[in-house]
């Protein structure tokens, strides 16, 4: 996903970066079913049903429903010009308004949202990186860290405003986007704004199977569920109380 920024920024097509090819499946003697959404884990019958009415019997089943973008409650997030990034869709969208656009702000310093910025800068655009924490990436980095990543940024060009709540993204009467305000009372013009801030896991399937789910699948130090026969990886997963 990281290589999003890539299409974006104009270096890759969409067709780069795309980890296996379907022939690549093939040779490996892997049975592959796409654009066939799963609707149905029977682990009574050890068995997943797909939208098509496909159904595939297993032993052991791993699910990998990774995560959806979360889009906090933000006053105007409706507003044309607003994106969240984290699809080949999304990045079309974007590149479309940015072509059109000369500001852009960011609201999401984690890994993604940087990604987002340094592809926008790329194309021209002047952005702003908006993040509620005091440093950047506080995920993977602690603060000096973040502090080495924001120095970074700003030698790109990128302004970086760390300890920033967006309050409301206010628009023309149009309905489009026009800038960003802030709690602290700091307000941004801008053409257009991408949301990147966080993920939720995608955990409906597994808990309409009746496996144990907090915010995601609950998961043993060996991946498994509740279900020795279920396991579960990825951003769907929740380990010791951790997403």
């Known amino acids: 996903r990281i290589l999003l920024s890539d299409v974006l920024a104009g270096a890759s097509r969409p067709e780069e970066i795309g980890l296996n090819s379907p022939a690549w499946y093939e040779a490996?003697?892997?049975?592959?079913h796409m654009g066939d959404l799963v609707v149905k884990i029977d682990r009574d019958e050890k068995r997943v049903v797909s939208a098509s009415g496909r159904s595939i019997v297993y032993d052991k089943l791993l699910v990998a429903t990774g995560s959806v973008p979360f889009i906090p409650p933000i006053p105007g997030a409706d507003?044309?010009?607003?994106?969240?990034?984290?699809?080949l869709d999304d990045v079309e969208r974007i590149k479309e308004r940015a072509?059109?656009?000369?500001?852009?702000?960011?609201?999401g310093g984690g890994l993604l949202g940087?990604?987002?910025?340094?592809?926008?800068?790329?194309?021209g655009l002047e952005v702003k990186v908006a993040h509620l924490?005091?440093?950047?990436?506080?995920?993977?980095c602690d603060p000096a860290a973040g502090e080495?990543?924001?120095?970074?940024?700003?030698?790109?060009?990128?302004?970086?405003l760390l300890s920033?709540?967006?309050?409301?993204?206010?628009?023309?009467?149009?309905?489009?986007?026009e800038g960003v305000r802030f709690s602290n009372g700091d307000a941004y013009e801008a053409d257009m704004v991408v949301i990147?801030?966080?993920?939720?896991?995608?955990?409906?399937?597994?808990?309409?199977?009746?496996?144990?789910?907090?915010?995601g699948i609950v998961v043993n130090d060996y991946m498994e569920t509740i279900d020795n026969d279920v396991l579960a990886v990825g951003e769907c997963v929740e380990h010791r109380g951790r997403m």
């Open 148 to 160: 080495i990543v924001r120095r970074a940024f700003e030698r790109m060009g990128i302004g970086v």
């Open 164 to 177: 920033h709540t967006a309050q409301e993204i206010v628009g023309r009467e149009d309905g489009s986007v």
């Open 133 to 140: 924490v005091g440093h950047l990436m506080e995920m993977q």
């Open 196 to 215: 990147s801030t966080g993920i939720r896991p995608n955990a409906a399937l597994a808990r309409e199977a009746g496996l144990a789910v907090n915010r």
């Open 114 to 123: 940087l990604e987002a910025a340094r592809a926008l800068a790329k194309i």
């Open 99 to 107: 072509a059109n656009s000369a500001r852009a702000i960011v609201i």
């Open 79 to 87: 507003r044309e010009g607003v994106f969240a990034y984290r699809t």
């Open 28 to 32: 490996n003697g892997i049975v592959l």
